[in-house]
């Protein structure tokens, strides 16, 4: 038997699964997945029925020995150990009453392991108790502040809109890993003859993708764009009809121009010809002629100038012709939940305080009054934030924490209770997808295991039992409700046949240059920062100390802390987490490669293996983040607190590392 699902990990995938179901005689107790395959939905036209490595392995995962599959309570011996649902579920109702008059004590921290219509259940509850809840990202905050400031509103030209595309430029999109579905529309576009540029500071996957590279210095892609926007200003290349559709020409194109161009290379490390293939691209001359595409990865905006290096990215998009029209455009990303109507989760009412993701910790210690519950779901913010073991320690200074987990992460394993939820595959779902305009219908294909629940029947068994409940919508409701936006025009009983459909979303984003802002223009940035050394050098170390660059790049076996291989915990491989550097890397000639290797940061340091790979910026130490803090694997406990200049959030590839020794 089949059955559609999707996948709602935090990718932009958002795939449709066809999920197959074994004979219920079959016996299946050596098959870690329990017979069910899973394999791609072929009708869906943006993942046509591709499925990546973690999404066939989502059946073996559901089934994992380490799956949590009962409510866990901490004990007076200081163990958490198994309990009933009525015995969790009033514990926590209990702690709630208790602080109900001061709301500000309450703390409610959502992540992005699970998004959708019914998943709003948490937001509800808390918003509804006026809880304190999370400010900033830890994700692409400062990419989505700079396509506001620029645009108005983030937006950008239908996926499949790239196929008109002459020519592409990747900043840093990791096609291979990150975005496998993109990664194939690139590969076809090639087929046909369509040239692509990438740029990026080296370590990731886009050979397979790539015509041209630019190896640039990590961060300093708004150098870069601003040394081609400044030829073309210098060339009176911007027609009047595209500058006059601008606010701030004249003020940008001076600040440009007293600009040198040698200095703006300098400090992205790219060379004159570097300067030149970006411009062919940009300027119609790599392809035939017709629009280029530009795709923005989020890994450039993890930086303390991340939304400026998007702003002038933007902006040479903008400037050299190639925004508002088909087969151009800047792709940076939508929010997943534009075409759905998600707002019963936003209660109106302000939370009672806010934390800012990138500082948790240090927000959590200094606050006053002190948070007293903590409730987390589908975040594991004790591994992902930066400088872990400061928040590992926050959390375990609050009276009382609750977790929502599949698993003992480094977060569960600090909660005084863990409530065990349902995975993809076992829950029902409606959620979009960062990237596309399609929207998924997740079946709940699989049962769940032991005592597992829904994350909507947790959040609405707490605010049932407290001592003045808080009523909660039938659950259909929720989903028929999601599906009431102007975007769509489908019924819940035609997407669950299907499994998806598409949001009637505009073809080319911006069509005429007309933009979100109020004067309708597009707004140019008033700054460029030529402050790279400075922001490079954390906490005032001398760059001499930590003289490279740290990156945390996806791994293609993990979402995020995830792992996404059958059978695989992070906790099974307990060698040392492998890094690369280039061949060139100066930190090689100091290094006794048969002794062990430390990455030191001024906040921690860890074992590692040094391997060697071709491409990488010299000054630059690639790391996959994932890794836990339990096993000693998370990068984030090398990782300082840092926020982006835009959209508060954070600047994980800021941090300046050595290695020795
Ligand atoms: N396999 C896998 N897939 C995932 C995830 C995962 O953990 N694993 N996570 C998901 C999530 S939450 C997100 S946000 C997305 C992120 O997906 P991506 O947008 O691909 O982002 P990152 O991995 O953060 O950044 C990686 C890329 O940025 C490049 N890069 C780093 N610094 C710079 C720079 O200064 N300039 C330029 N031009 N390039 C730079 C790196 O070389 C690399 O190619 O992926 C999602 N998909
Ligand atoms: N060093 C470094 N750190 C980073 C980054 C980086 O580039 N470098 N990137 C950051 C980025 S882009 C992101 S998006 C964040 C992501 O950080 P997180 O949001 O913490 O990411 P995940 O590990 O995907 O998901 C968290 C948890 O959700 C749980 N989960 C899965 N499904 C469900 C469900 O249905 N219900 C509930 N309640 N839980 C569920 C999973 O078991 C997992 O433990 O990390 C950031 N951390
Ligand atoms: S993780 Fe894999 S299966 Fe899941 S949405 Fe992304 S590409 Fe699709
Ligand atoms: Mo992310």
């Given at each position: 038997m089949q059955r559609l699902s999707a996948c709602s990990l935090d990718c932009h995938g958002a795939c449709s699964l066809v999920v197959h179901l074994p004979d219920e005689e079959t016996s299946l107790h050596d098959d870690p997945a329990g017979g069910v395959r899973v394999s791609g939905n072929p009708d869906h036209p943006f993942t046509r029925g591709v499925v990546c490595v973690k999404g066939r392995g989502l059946a073996a995962r559901r089934l994992s020995p380490d799956r949590i599959t009962t409510p866990l309570v901490r004990g007076r011996d200081g163990a958490l150990h198994p309990a009933t649902w009525d015995e969790a579920l009033a514990l926590c109702a209990a702690r709630l009453d208790a602080l109900r008059d001061t709301p500000e004590s309450i703390l409610h921290l959502r992540g992005f392991g699970y998004r959708g219509a019914l998943a709003e259940a948490s937001n509800y509850l808390f918003n509804s108790l006026g809880a304190a809840s999370k400010r900033g990202s830890l994700c692409d905050g400062a990419g989505d502040a700079a396509c506001e400031a620029d645009f108005g509103a983030p937006d950008h030209n239908d996926s499949d809109d790239l196929a008109n595309a002459a020519a592409i430029v990747n900043w840093g999109k990791d096609l291979a890993r990150s975005s496998l579905h993109l990664g194939l529309m690139v590969r076809d576009a090639r087929k046909r003859g369509v040239p692509v540029l990438t740029i990026s500071?080296?370590?990731?996957?886009n050979d397979a993708f790539t015509d041209a590279r630019i190896r640039i210095r990590p961060g300093g892609d708004r150098f870069l764009a601003a040394a081609a926007i400044r030829r073309l200003l210098a060339d009176d290349a911007v027609p009047q009809a595209i500058s006059e559709r601008t606010r701030g020409f004249a003020e940008f194109r001076a600040m440009l121009l007293a600009m040198n161009e040698s200095e703006l290379l300098a400090a992205c490390d790219a060379t004159p010809a570097d300067l030149d293939t970006l411009c062919r691209w940009m300027r119609g001359q790599?392809?035939?002629g017709g629009p280029t595409a530009s795709l923005l990865g989020w890994g450039l905006q993890r930086y303390l100038r991340g939304g400026e290096s998007v702003r002038f990215i933007n902006a040479l998009v903008m400037l050299s012709g190639n925004m508002g029209v088909s087969g151009g455009g800047a792709y940076y990303g939508i929010s997943s939940g534009r075409s759905l109507d998600l707002s019963w989760g936003k209660k109106s009412g302000k939370p009672a305080r806010t934390f800012l993701l990138s500082h948790l910790a240090q927000e959590l210690a200094a606050a006053d009054p002190p948070v007293r519950f903590l409730w987390v779901d589908a975040f594991n913010p004790v591994n992902q934030s930066p400088d872990a073991p400061a928040l590992a320690r926050a959390v375990e200074a609050i009276d009382f924490t609750v977790v929502v987990e599949a698993f003992l992460t480094d977060t569960a394993r600090r909660a005084d209770v863990v409530l065990p939820c349902a995975l993809v595959l076992e829950r029902e779902e409606i959620f979009g997808s960062a990237y596309h305009n399609y929207i998924a219908y997740a079946a709940p294909a699989c049962p769940m295991p032991g005592e597992v629940r829904h994350d909507f029947d947790i959040a609405r068994g707490v605010a049932e039992r407290l001592a003045r409940p808080i009523p909660f919508p039938d659950r259909e409701d929720v989903l028929r409700q999601a599906l009431r936006s102007p975007w769509l025009e489908v019924s819940l009983e035609e997407l669950k046949a299907t499994g998806w459909t598409k949001a009637r979303r505009a073809a080319v984003a911006w069509e005429g240059l007309r933009f979100a802002h109020a004067d309708g223009l597009y707004h140019l940035p008033e700054a460029l920062h030529m402050d790279w050394a400075a922001a490079t050098t954390p906490h005032g170390a001398s760059p001499d100390d930590y003289p490279l660059h740290l990156l945390t790049l996806l791994a293609p076996d993990y979402v995020n802390s995830q792992v996404g291989l059958p059978g695989r915990q992070p906790g099974d491989n307990t060698e040392p987490v492998t890094v690369q550097v280039a061949?060139?890397?100066?930190a090689l000639a100091t290094l006794d490669m048969d002794r062990p290797v430390f990455i030191v940061s001024p906040h921690g340091h860890m074992p590692v293996q040094v391997q060697t790979r071709p491409g990488i910026h010299p000054r630059t130490v690639i790391m996959p983040r994932g890794g836990w803090l339990a096993h000693g694997r998370s990068p984030n406990a090398l990782i300082a607190p840092l926020a982006t200049d835009m959209g508060d959030s954070t600047a994980y590839y800021d941090q300046q590392v050595r290695l020795e020794n």
């Open positions: 500071p080296g370590g990731d996957d790599a392809g035939n061949p060139e890397c100066p």
